[in-house]
């Protein structure tokens, strides 16, 4: 992989780090007249994190020129089933979360009447992570359509390795942004 790619992806990476703190001060200094773009959500350091994943999966793979192009298309496309099925699930479990609350904050116990809408919703994780599985497994089988063997091995090593990269990036930009709040917690005293 040439040297300009893999600065940019260090770039991508450290923006990623430094972003979200940053993200929350700059907001709170947005000048008169310039559009407020709002928080920087998970969904934003998501996207950046697989567009980081794309750009360093070329020299993690070793591939081609020839494959790349094929590659990247296939891994966007299982990327964004990914997200879809993370979604949807997320989703179904707020609703249970919602449906298993009680009537004050930090009770348990549902409702009686609540227990077909219950099922329903179990029904419907179910059925979501059967989906999910179903899709997920039909986009591996297509990113693995543009590598060799060796590729699809180092392909399932490199998914862990970012994944454990991402969980440590996100636990450092939290890190930040909790230093951020506290350091704008004493100059307010």
Do not use: C
């Amino acid at each position: 992989m040439n040297v300009a790619v893999t600065f940019r992806a260090a770039i991508l990476a450290a923006a990623i780090v430094v972003a979200a703190p940053v993200w929350g001060l700059a907001q709170q200094q947005t000048p008169p007249g310039i559009q407020d773009p709002g928080p920087l959500g998970a969904g934003q350091i998501q996207r950046w994190f697989e567009a980081f994943t794309v750009l360093q999966a070329q020299e993690a793979l070793r591939l081609s020129e020839t494959q790349y192009g094929r590659f990247v298309t296939r891994l966007k496309a299982l990327q964004e089933t990914r997200r879809k099925h993370q979604q949807a699930r997320a989703k179904i479990l707020n609703d249970l979360r919602k449906l298993t609350a009680g009537p004050q904050s930090g009770t348990l116990a549902p409702p009686a009447n609540d227990d077909a809408q219950i099922t329903e919703r179990l029904k419907a994780l179910r059925e979501e992570d059967d989906r999910g599985a179903a899709e997920l497994r039909k986009g591996y089988e297509g990113v693995d359509e543009t590598l060799d063997v060796s590729q699809q091995a180092r392909f399932r090593v490199f998914e862990e390795r970012m994944e454990q990269q991402k969980l440590e990036l996100l636990m450092r930009a939290r890190l930040n942004a909790r230093n951020a709040a506290r350091g704008r917690g004493r100059g307010s005293l």
